[in-house]
């Protein structure tokens, strides 16, 4: 089973600030990555996917990864207070499941 | 509706009951999953489905009980229910099989409370 790594948290930002969350994982081989985000009470919602090395953009979030260092990340730019929650990496587990981190709980301060 | 649903949403029982979470999904999804969430351990995989009358074990199967008679339902049976059951359970469906093209789509949750 693959392993997915996570800093818990809680990390706070400033409202306006970059927000940078972090997830490393144990197999060289697994070429694709989500973040989902997890408001407190609710059900987790996938915001991005990876696949390639370097950087995806969406609005303002960017997805960077790094295979070779087995570590990807999720920035978000201009952080908002509706930004506070929890954000899950996922791994696709050889084809029969996703394996989750423990997950990064960000807090963006007004 | 179309999605995903979870009933009950909230469950009070008691240890040594029987307690079944229903899913249920309208996409006609080949894969479904069920993951327990607690504190500190994130979502861990209890058992999934990769079709009907197709299911395999995940992280944590032991003291659970799935069936899948119709692509469209998933059910989880706790068969004697323990305090250490005590959890958020989520069911989840993705088009087919885990990949970056076939994401992961939970339903609302189904928050257990074992007395």
């Known amino acids: 089973q693959k392993e997915v790594e996570q800093n818990s948290g809680p990390l706070s930002v400033p409202e306006g600030a970059i927000a940078s969350l972090n997830c490393t994982y144990s197999?060289?081989?697994?070429?694709?990555f989500f973040w989902y985000r997890q408001y407190s009470g609710k059900s987790p919602e996938l915001i991005m996917s990876i696949y390639s090395n370097g950087d995806k953009e969406d609005g303002r979030f960017t997805a960077q990864l790094n295979k070779a260092s087995q570590y990807v990340s999720l920035l978000i730019r201009d952080s908002q207070p509706s930004d506070s929650a929890t954000y899950l990496c996922?791994?696709?587990?050889?084809?029969?499941?996703?394996?989750f981190g423990p997950g990064t709980r960000l807090s963006v301060l007004p | 509706d179309a999605g995903i649903t979870q009933s009950p949403r909230y469950k009070i029982t008691e240890t040594g009951r029987q307690v079944t979470l229903m899913c249920h999904q309208t996409?006609?999804?080949?894969?479904m999953f069920w993951y327990r969430q607690d504190l500190g351990h994130g979502l861990r995989l209890i058992y999934y489905?990769?079709?009907?009358?197709?299911?395999d074990k995940g992280e944590v199967p032991d003291g659970y009980v799935v069936s899948r008679s119709k692509t469209e339902n998933f059910p989880l049976t706790l068969e004697s229910a323990t305090r250490s059951q005590t959890s958020v359970y989520f069911c989840?469906?993705?088009?087919?099989?885990?990949?970056?093209?076939?994401?992961?789509?939970f339903g609302a949750g189904s928050r257990l409370t074992v007395l």
């Open positions: 489905s990769a079709a009907a009358d197709i299911t």
């Open positions: 996922a791994v696709p587990n050889y084809g029969q499941n996703f394996v």
């Open positions: 197999d060289r081989v697994s070429q694709s």
């Open positions: 996409w006609s999804h080949s894969y």
């Open positions: 989840a469906s993705s088009v087919g099989a885990p990949s970056g093209a076939n994401v992961l789509t």
